[in-house]
C-alpha cells in the first residue's frame, strides 16, 4: 500500500485553481498565495485560472492584463474567460470558494481514465459545524465524480491557515533590520513619544468616523496608514481636504493620519509587522495579521440575514478563550464595536491598554495554529490520501 501511496502522490504533480473574483482582494489574495506556496515548497506544478486580471494586478503590479497567458514566480497564470476552451484537467483540481468550474472542464475530468481529485476549497471560519463537513464528498448526480469540501480553520479537525515556511523568521529580520528603512519609504521621518502605529484595511460600512473621533481624544498619540484608494469622504470631510495624495500627512491633536499607496502582498505584510495594531478585513488581510503576532480588530465582510455575525462570535470565542476576562471584554467589546454594534469611541481606550499583553497572547495563538499544520501541506496530504 505504501508504493501505491507514494506511486499516486508522484502522479499528483499537476495542480490546477480555479479563482473567481468576486469583489475586493481577499479571494484572488488568498489563492496568489496558495499557488506560489505549491510551486515554490512543494515543486507542483500549478495553473492559476483566474476572470479578473484587472483586479489581480492590483495586488501583483507586474502581472501584464494584456496576456491570456502568462508565467509569473514559478506559476501558470491564465485568463478564465466565458468561452473556456477544452483543456486537459490536473491531477489535482482545486475549486476556490465555491465557484462553478467550466462545464467543459468537468466533462473532461470525467472522461479521464483516473478523475482528477476535485477540491471545494471553502471560506475560512470558527464556527463548529465545519468539523463536520471538513473532508465531506459531494458525488456529481450524473458523472462519475467526487468533490471533497475542504475548510480552512484554527482547531484541529479542519484545513488549518495559509503559512508559507519561512514567513515567521522573516517578519523578525524585518523587525530587527528593516523598520527604519520601510518607515522611510512610507513617508514617515519620526515618530512621537508612546505613539501607535496602526494600519486599516476596511470596508465601506466601518465606523471610520468614530475610529478617527477616539484616536483624537485619547491620551495616547496614534498615526494611522491608509492605503490611497481607501480614502472616503468620512476622512476628507474629517480633516477638510480635498482627494489626499501619496505621502501626505493630516493631523487633528493627537491623530496623525499617513497616506500610503496601495501595496503589493510582500509590502503589506511587513505593514503589518511593524504596526501596534492592524485594522483588517475580509479573510487573507485576517489571516497575515494573525501572522503579524500583533494586536488586529477584524471587519468581517458583512451578509444577508446577518450570518456574518454568527462567524464573528464563533472566532470571538475561540480566540479569546483563554484571555483574562478584562482582556476578552477589551477585545470582544471594540470588535463589535467596528462591525456595527457597539459605540466605539467607548470601548478605544481600554483596548489600547491591553495592545502589549495582546502581543504577549498571540505568542501563544500563533503557537496553536500552527499546531495543526499549514494549509497547503494539508491540501497535498489529502490529494495523497484520496484515491488509494
Same mark, same amino acid.
Given at each position: 500500500?505504501?508504493?501505491?501511496?507514494?506511486?499516486?502522490?508522484?502522479?499528483? /504533480?499537476?495542480?490546477?485553481?480555479?479563482?473567481?473574483?468576486?469583489?475586493?482582494?481577499?479571494?484572488?489574495?488568498?489563492?496568489?498565495?496558495?499557488?506560489? +506556496?505549491?510551486?515554490?515548497?512543494?515543486?507542483?506544478?500549478?495553473?492559476?485560472?483566474?476572470?479578473?486580471?484587472?483586479?489581480?494586478?492590483?495586488?501583483?503590479?507586474?502581472?501584464?492584463?494584456?496576456?491570456?497567458?502568462?508565467?509569473?514566480?514559478?506559476?501558470? #497564470?491564465?485568463?478564465?474567460?466565458?468561452?473556456?476552451?477544452? %483543456?486537459?484537467?490536473?491531477?489535482?483540481?482545486?475549486?476556490?470558494?465555491?465557484?462553478?468550474?467550466?462545464?467543459?472542464?468537468?466533462?473532461?475530468?470525467?472522461?479521464?481514465?483516473?478523475?482528477?481529485?476535485?477540491?471545494?476549497?471553502?471560506?475560512?471560519?470558527?464556527?463548529?459545524?465545519?468539523?463536520?463537513? @471538513?473532508?465531506?464528498?459531494?458525488? @456529481?448526480?450524473?458523472?462519475?465524480?467526487?468533490?471533497?469540501?475542504?475548510?480552512?480553520?484554527?482547531?484541529?479537525?479542519?484545513?488549518?491557515?495559509?503559512?508559507?515556511?519561512?514567513?515567521?523568521?522573516?517578519?523578525?529580520?524585518?523587525?530587527?533590520?528593516?523598520?527604519?528603512?520601510?518607515?522611510?519609504?512610507?513617508?514617515?521621518?519620526?515618530?512621537?513619544?508612546?505613539?501607535?502605529? /496602526?494600519?486599516?484595511?476596511?470596508?465601506?460600512?466601518?465606523?471610520?468616523?468614530?475610529?478617527?473621533?477616539?484616536?483624537?481624544?485619547?491620551?495616547?498619540? %496614534?498615526?494611522?496608514?491608509?492605503?490611497?484608494?481607501?480614502?472616503?469622504?468620512?476622512?476628507? &470631510?474629517?480633516?477638510?481636504?480635498? !482627494?489626499?495624495? %501619496?505621502?501626505?500627512?493630516?493631523?487633528?491633536?493627537?491623530?496623525?493620519?499617513?497616506? /500610503?499607496?496601495?501595496?503589493?502582498?510582500?509590502?503589506?505584510? +511587513?505593514?503589518?509587522?511593524?504596526?501596534? #495594531?492592524?485594522? %483588517?478585513?475580509?479573510?487573507?488581510?485576517?489571516?497575515?495579521?494573525?501572522?503579524?503576532?500583533?494586536?488586529?480588530?477584524?471587519? &468581517?465582510?458583512?451578509?444577508?440575514?446577518?450570518?456574518?455575525?454568527?462567524?464573528?462570535?464563533?472566532?470571538?470565542?475561540?480566540?479569546?478563550?483563554?484571555?483574562?476576562?478584562?482582556?476578552?471584554?477589551?477585545?470582544?467589546?471594540?470588535?463589535?464595536?467596528?462591525?456595527?454594534?457597539?459605540?466605539?469611541?467607548?470601548?478605544?481606550?481600554?483596548?489600547?491598554?491591553?495592545?502589549?499583553?495582546?502581543?504577549?497572547?498571540?505568542?501563544?495563538? #500563533?503557537?496553536?495554529? &500552527? !499546531?495543526?499544520?499549514?494549509?497547503?501541506?494539508?491540501? #497535498?496530504?489529502?490529494?495523497?490520501?484520496?484515491?488509494?
Amino acid at each position: 500500500m505504501a508504493g501505491i501511496t507514494a506511486k499516486l502522490y508522484l502522479m499528483k /504533480i499537476r495542480w490546477d485553481i480555479f479563482c473567481s473574483v468576486i469583489d475586493n482582494f481577499g479571494d484572488i489574495g488568498f489563492c496568489w498565495r496558495l499557488a506560489r +506556496q505549491l510551486v515554490k515548497e512543494h515543486g507542483l506544478e500549478v495553473k492559476l485560472w483566474v476572470n479578473d486580471l484587472a483586479t489581480f494586478s492590483v495586488i501583483e503590479p507586474a502581472l501584464d492584463v494584456e496576456k491570456e497567458q502568462q508565467r509569473m514566480q514559478g506559476v501558470e #497564470i491564465c485568463f478564465w474567460d466565458e468561452d473556456f476552451v477544452r %483543456v486537459k484537467p490536473a491531477d489535482v483540481v482545486i475549486e476556490a470558494f465555491a465557484c462553478k468550474l467550466p462545464d467543459n472542464y468537468v466533462l473532461a475530468m470525467a472522461d479521464l481514465v483516473q478523475q482528477p481529485v476535485w477540491i471545494n476549497l471553502e471560506y475560512l471560519s470558527a464556527e463548529y459545524w465545519i468539523l463536520d463537513c @471538513h473532508h465531506l464528498p459531494s458525488f @456529481h448526480p450524473y458523472l462519475p465524480l467526487t468533490k471533497y469540501f475542504f475548510f480552512p480553520g484554527f482547531v484541529a479537525g479542519t484545513g488549518g491557515l495559509l503559512l508559507e515556511k519561512d514567513l515567521l523568521s522573516n517578519r523578525v529580520t524585518f523587525n530587527n533590520f528593516s523598520q527604519d528603512a520601510f518607515w522611510q519609504e512610507m513617508g514617515l521621518q519620526s515618530r512621537r513619544d508612546g505613539e501607535l502605529y /496602526i494600519s486599516l484595511f476596511h470596508y465601506d460600512d466601518a465606523p471610520i468616523k468614530d475610529l478617527l473621533t477616539a484616536c483624537v481624544i485619547s491620551d495616547v498619540p %496614534v498615526c494611522i496608514f491608509i492605503p490611497q484608494n481607501l480614502i472616503s469622504d468620512v476622512i476628507s &470631510i474629517f480633516f477638510g481636504v480635498n !482627494s489626499p495624495k %501619496v505621502g501626505q500627512l493630516l493631523q487633528s491633536s493627537n491623530l496623525r493620519v499617513c497616506i /500610503i499607496p496601495f501595496l503589493d502582498q510582500k509590502r503589506y505584510d +511587513q505593514l503589518l509587522w511593524a504596526c501596534d #495594531i492592524n485594522f %483588517v478585513r475580509g479573510e487573507d488581510s485576517f489571516i497575515r495579521a494573525q501572522w503579524s503576532g500583533r494586536a488586529f480588530v477584524w471587519n &468581517i465582510y458583512p451578509q444577508a440575514e446577518k450570518a456574518h455575525q454568527d462567524k464573528l462570535k464563533a472566532f470571538l470565542s475561540l480566540y479569546t478563550k483563554s484571555m483574562s476576562p478584562e482582556m476578552a471584554k477589551s477585545v470582544f467589546y471594540l470588535w463589535q464595536a467596528w462591525n456595527g454594534n457597539g459605540q466605539l469611541k467607548n470601548t478605544w481606550p481600554n483596548f489600547v491598554e491591553h495592545v502589549a499583553k495582546l502581543e504577549e497572547y498571540n505568542k501563544r495563538w #500563533i503557537k496553536q495554529i &500552527i !499546531s495543526i499544520g499549514d494549509l497547503a501541506s494539508n491540501l #497535498i496530504e489529502f490529494s495523497r490520501k484520496d484515491q488509494i
